[in-house]
């Protein structure tokens, strides 16, 4: 990649603490914290269910599963290293293409000229 390879991409926080996002109060009471997950998970699972419904049907099926991730980073650190990976994987996409944009006009620009 280029120079700027080593620093991180833009948009990703992986200075973030990992864990719950639950309120204090919730997170104090081991049967509410649980209630609280339990919900989480069925709410992104619902989201996730949602997107994989709509892949072979017209919709933003990719949108909305990784909205469902999203929702479940709220509460679970195996869903917020996943969310951490997608975007930087996302962001090493992006980078990628805008260098191979970059050196197909420098090369158009070259037949022109010579």
Do not use: C, N
Request: glycine share 10%.
């Amino acid at each position: 990649m280029s120079a700027q390879s080593d620093e991180k991409p833009l948009g990703t926080r992986e200075d973030k603490p990992l864990g719950s996002r639950a309120p204090a109060f919730i997170q104090a009471s081991r049967t509410l914290h649980v209630s609280w997950r339990a919900g989480i998970f069925l709410v992104g699972l619902a989201i996730v269910i949602g997107g994989v419904i709509m892949l072979p049907l017209p919709g933003p099926g990719w949108l909305v599963i990784f909205g469902g991730m999203a929702v479940w980073a709220t509460e679970f650190v195996w869903a917020q290293h996943v969310l951490r990976w997608t975007k930087r994987k996302y962001h090493e996409g992006t980078q990628w293409m805008k260098e191979r944009r970059a050196a197909r006009k420098e090369r158009k620009l070259a037949r022109r000229q010579g």
